[in-house]
Every structure is written in C-alpha cells, then in structure tokens.
C-alpha cells in the first residue's frame, strides 16, 4: 500500500460533469471520498480541477457555453463558486479541510511568486489540508479566448507544473479515457490499451489524438506534454479513466492499470 507520497490529481471537465454540463454529484462524491482515503493512507493530496465555465454556464441555465471572453470569464468565476462550494461540502463529510487556490502564468513564471507558491502549498499540506487548484479563468483571458497559453494552457499542463513545483511523488490524470493505446480505439477495435511508457520517443507522441469531449480543452496531445513536464520532474504520472474510481485504489495497491508513465531519476 502507497503511503508518505505528495499526490497530484487532476480532474478533467468531462470526469466532473455531465454530457450536459452540470456537475455530476454522483461521480464527484465518490472521487472525493476515494482522495480523502488516499489522505488517510498517510499521503498528502492535491487536487487539480476543471470545469468552472461549464459549471457556470448550467449554474445560469445556458444552453451552451458563452462564445464572448468577457461572458466565459464571467461565467468561470461563477463556476469556480460552484465548485468550492460542492468540494468543500463533499471533502467536509469526510472530515477533510481544503483550500482554493487558482493560479495565472505569471504565479509560476515569476521566480519569487513561484517560491511563495511553493511556500503556500506546503504550509498548507502540513496544516493537513487539501489545495483545490485551477487555472483562474476570471483573469487569465488568453487560453480562455484561444485555447492555448503562454505557460498553462490547459490542466493537464497545469497540473504537471503543480506537481513539478512541490515536487510531487505522483501525478494522476482522471478522464474519459482508459490510458494511451496504440491507435484511436474509437475508430480501431484492434487498439491496444499501452500500460507502461518508459521513454516519450516519436513513436509515443504519433499514438496521441486530437480533443476529447465538447466540453473539456484537453486530448491526449496535452496529456504527453503534462507526462513530458512531470516525468522530467522525477514524477511518475498515470493516465486512468474516471468511470471506475476503484482505479485510483488498483494505483495504490500495486495493481495495473491505465497508463503510467514512469520518471526520470532525480539528479
């Protein structure tokens, strides 16, 4: 059993939300109490977490996203109230204590932001607290507008920075997909579901797609970056998907299960 290890895990938009944008109680309950026994296992917990447009957005009653910058920022701080508030209440039942915190490219690029930042996660992880982050969307207007960003980018990016930052043992990606096959396994039903990656080669990155769901910004392309920041980290990332939170415990237990990509030794 995994325990005294700095967790990562990030929860992607389509893991936290219906097909209809809502967030899916159900599916967020059970990975919450899934983190605060990974936090009774004697690990400290991160969490990295999506969705404050497309919470906002249902929170409004929106039939789809907002199109305009100064709407989706609007419509993330909105979300991102949401989502605390669904957090704190979840992570509370389970008599667990977390704080918000959401971060700009400049927080992490600015040497002495990045040092407070550091200085911030730990004193709360001591404090036995669990950090809920996200991108601060209500400020951060360049990825919102175009979808790419000078440093972030997307929460996959995010989340290998955090992890990089406090120096993480583990980095766990939780999405709709099963891990990295060898070809689309949406459209090849020979696919082969890849479960360990030792080495980010060429070969690695062709296997990667396009986005996934309507709702998320993220596919496979910026899951191989988020594994190229976090394993030249010295941090092991999985890739797992969602549907079946027990993954999270197979990782704990030793068990095979999605894809880990496995780190560079620390120097």
Do not use: W
Request: hydrophobic fraction near 40%; include cysteine.
């Amino acid at each position: 059993m995994m325990q005294g290890k700095k967790i990562i895990i990030k929860l992607g938009t389509s893991t936290l939300t219906h097909p209809s944008g809502s967030l899916n109680m159900h599916k967020m309950d059970k990975i919450v109490r899934a983190a605060a026994d990974i936090k009774g296992m004697g690990n400290e917990v991160i969490i990295v977490t999506s969705a404050a447009i497309s919470a906002g957005t249902a929170k409004l009653g929106l039939s789809e996203r907002p199109k305009d910058l100064n709407s989706k920022m609007a419509v993330s701080a909105i979300g991102q109230a949401q989502l605390m508030h669904m957090y704190d209440t979840l992570f509370s039942e389970y008599n667990c204590t977390v704080a918000q915190i959401l971060l700009t490219d400049e927080n992490v690029e600015n040497e002495k932001s990045a040092a407070n930042l550091s200085i911030t996660f730990e004193t709360l992880l001591d404090m036995g607290v669990i950090p809920i982050v996200n991108e601060n969307d209500s400020v951060a207007s360049t990825e919102i507008e175009s979808g790419h960003h000078k440093v972030l980018g997307d929460n996959d990016t995010l989340s290998a920075i955090v992890a990089k930052f406090c120096n993480a043992d583990l980095l766990i990606l939780m999405s709709d997909i099963d891990g990295l096959y060898n070809a689309d396994p949406r459209k090849n039903a020979d696919a082969r579901l890849i479960h360990e990656v030792d080495e980010l080669t060429p070969e690695i990155y062709e296997m990667a797609g396009g986005a996934g769901t309507t709702h998320g910004t993220g596919g496979m392309v910026t899951k191989l970056s988020a594994a190229k920041i976090a394993t030249e980290a010295g941090v092991d990332m999985y890739i797992i998907n969602s549907d079946n939170v027990d993954n999270l415990y197979d990782i704990f237990e030793g068990r095979t299960v999605g894809t880990l990509f496995k780190a560079h030794k620390r120097g």
